[in-house]
């Protein structure tokens, strides 16, 4: 079975400064990994994917990811934090034993931004 | 559009009474995901169809819960003699499968379940 590590259940960090929520998976071949946002007040939404196209992803809002198979890792970042960036974020790692359909999400980082 | 419609959006219910809840995905994706987020935890898998068949039901945590597709669109989750464990969000995700490679999930606003 396919494990999501998300380090750190809160995160806050100064207006301006860098973003970066740690992520780490088990899995026994490279799976699909994925970034989901639950901003306050609404549904999950994807953010960014990886599917093996390349190891660094671009999402929405100015966030990214980098799959790193030798760390086992996918933290995501992003250069200068904005408030609006408070929100609950979510790894989530494909599991092959299902066709890559069933995803595990991890327990998730609640981020704060700081004014 | 619409997006995935779950109701109710709020239920209130007393220990030992059964419990439906609904979700109504995009209308043509044919995976359709159950999760239960507890409070301060984070997404709990439950049970995923790929149109009316559950490949995996291994997240359902006790034989009190059962879930059901039918048409390749609707899915009820079913909760029976609620205990107070079972208080939680519980939130429907639905995508267009997998055939052609990742497909993001596309979740509801969840119904918040209450046992007292």
């Known amino acids: 079975a396919q494990s999501v590590t998300q380090l750190g259940s809160h995160v806050s960090v100064s207006e301006g400064a860098l973003v970066l929520l740690r992520c780490n998976y088990s899995s026994s071949v490279p799976p699909y990994l994925f970034w989901y946002v639950q901003y306050p007040n609404q549904g999950l939404q994807l953010l960014l994917k990886y599917t093996s196209a390349a190891t660094l992803v671009k999402g929405i809002n100015g966030f990214e990811a980098e799959f790193k198979k030798s760390e086992t890792s996918f933290h995501l970042t992003k250069p200068s934090a904005h408030m609006s960036d408070a929100a609950e974020y979510f790894c989530?790692?494909?599991?092959?034993?299902?066709?890559?359909?069933?995803?595990?999400f991890g327990t998730g980082t609640r981020l704060t931004i700081i004014p | 559009g619409a997006g995935v419609s779950q109701s109710p959006s709020n239920k209130v219910t007393e220990k030992g009474k059964d419990v439906e809840l609904r979700c109504d995905p995009i209308s043509g994706h044919t995976a359709l995901y159950w999760y239960r987020q507890r409070l301060g935890q984070g997404l709990e898998f439950l049970i995923y169809f790929q149109g009316n068949s559950a490949p995996d039901k291994s997240g359902l945590p006790s034989d009190r819960f059962s879930a059901e597709r039918t048409g390749e669109s609707v899915s009820t989750l079913t909760i029976q003699r609620t205990q107070q464990e079972d208080s939680a969000v519980y939130l429907c995700?639905?995508?267009?499968?997998?055939?052609?490679?990742?497909?993001?999930?596309?979740f509801g606003n969840g119904t918040r379940l209450t046992v007292t």
């Open positions: 995700a639905s995508s267009l499968g997998w055939s052609r490679g990742p497909s993001p999930l596309h």
């Open positions: 989530a790692v494909s599991d092959p034993d299902f066709g890559n359909e069933k995803l595990t």
